[in-house]
Structure formats: structure tokens, C-alpha cells
């Protein structure tokens, strides 16, 4: 997939992560295009978690750059928003969900300054964005799943950055909240924001991503959804899983055939 230099928002080449001198990541390439919602997909192990967090510089890289908008990370960090697996989140911290809202504003803000009311007027306007407004006032630890997803979401919302990068935000939610939590990316993606979404579920990909990449320690596969979502590139990236991916190609057959 040729992409024009100019309408990349997110490339990296060459990067190599290892733990303990076993790689996790070897040699990945790839660019993502600006305006694009882009699935991350792989098994259990396969580095999906820490391609983004190498791309934040949150691991060590062996090798390898990342360049967001052509420059490199330090000078367009104000322009990413990170969504952290919830299960990496602190909970029991004595926060309310405004609270956790606007730090998304810190960097705005200042460390050590007062949150002023327009600093809490928008964190409002995020947290009605993905419909838990009522809940401003409540503890993070009295929240369910769902609603941490929402907050987190919100909490990227008020950074009013260009990419988000998504750890699992789908995991552990009721359909409602998936189904509002998409809708609101497709929002953001129609405003020309660039969406990175670790994401498992491969029956819902094609309905959720108009672009994909495969990863399994190496990038199997990436481009448009038709070119990468493919049964021969899932038994690649997903090796001898025969029953999930008969299952998938079935249902990719049977979407096919109704359009």
C-alpha cells in the first residue's frame, strides 16, 4: 500500500522490541494514513500492546524511528492521546471522573495550577460526547467497566489531539458502550482525526475499521480492509486456529454475498 509522504500521520520503520533479548516486535514498517481508523489485530502475544507503547516510548526500542507527522515523537507528543488498557489503570486512586477528565488538560493547564471553569466547561463537553456527563461528580473506583472506558475516552477527547492510539477500548463492555464508543471514533474520524484501535474481535473488524494491520512479532499485512482482511492473511498472522478463522471467513463470505 503506496501512501503519499504528505497524507501520513503515523510511520514507522524498522522497529525492533525485545524483552529479555526474546523479540516482540521485529522489524515492522508500516504507515498509516492521516484521517484513517485503523484496527490493530493479532493473537494473544503477538506485540500489539507494545507496538503502541513503543511508538509513545513508553518500552526501549532495540532499533527502528517513529515518526508522527514527519517529525519525531518529542515534537508532536502534544498531538497524540493515549487510551491505556483499563487493567493497567489504578482505579482505587481518589479521583472523580472530572477529575480524570481534565488531566487530559495538564499540559494546557500546568502542573501545580488551578483548573480554571473553562478547563471543567470542556471536559463536560467530552464526558456528554460519550454520554456519562451524570456521572462528573463519581468516584473512578464506584465506576463499572464500561464507564472507565468512557472516561478514559473522554479524557483523550479534551486533548483535542490529531491521533489517538487505543489499547483494547473494547474490552470487558456491555454492546452499548462498543456500539457508543465506535460511533464516537467515527465522529472523530470524520473531523480527520487518525485512530489506532487494538482490538480482538474479528468478526466485528470489517464493520468497525476501514483500515487494518496484521501483527503477529512481525506485520503480516496491513492496507485497506479489503486488500488485508483476507483468509489467507489471517492464517498467517493467526497460524493453525482453523476454527476461528473458518468462522470468520464464513461470515466475511456470507457479508459479501448480501451486498
Known sequence: MHI????????????????????????????????ALVGLVGPNGAGKSTLIKSMMEMVPRISGTVE????????QRYNIAYVPQRESVDWDFPATVL????????????????????????????????????????????????????????????????????????AAVDAATEQSIIQVLRQQQSQGKTILVVHHDLH???????????L???????????????????????????TLLEEVTEAMRRRSSTK
Do not use: C
Open 204 to 214: 466485528t473488524v470489517p464493520e468497525y475499521f476501514d483500515s487494518l494491520i496484521l
Open 99 to 170: 477529575d480524570v477528565v481534565t488531566m487530559g488538560l495538564y499540559r494546557e493547564i500546568g502542573w501545580f495550577m488551578p483548573v480554571r471553569k473553562e478547563h471543567r466547561k470542556r471536559s463536560m463537553e467530552a464526558l456528554e460526547q460519550v454520554g456519562i456527563a451524570e456521572l462528573a461528580d463519581r468516584q473512578i473506583s464506584q465506576l463499572s467497566g464500561g464507564q472507565q472506558q468512557r472516561t478514559f475516552l473522554a479524557r483523550a477527547l479534551v486533548q483535542s489531539a490529531s491521533i489517538y492510539l487505543m489499547d483494547e477500548p473494547f
Open 4 to 35: 503519499n509522504e504528505t497524507d501520513t500521520a503515523i510511520r514507522i520503520a524498522d522497529l525492533t522490541v525485545a524483552y529479555q533479548r526474546k523479540p516482540v516486535l521485529w522489524e515492522i514498517n508500516l504507515s498509516i494514513p492521516r484521517g
Open 216 to 242: 503477529n512479532v512481525r506485520a503480516v499485512a496491513w492496507g485497506t480492509m479489503q486488500a488485508t482482511f483476507t483468509p489467507e492473511n489471517l492464517r498467517r498472522t493467526y497460524g493453525g486456529r482453523l
Open 68 to 75: 508522527i507527522h514527519g517529525e519525531p515523537l518529542a515534537k
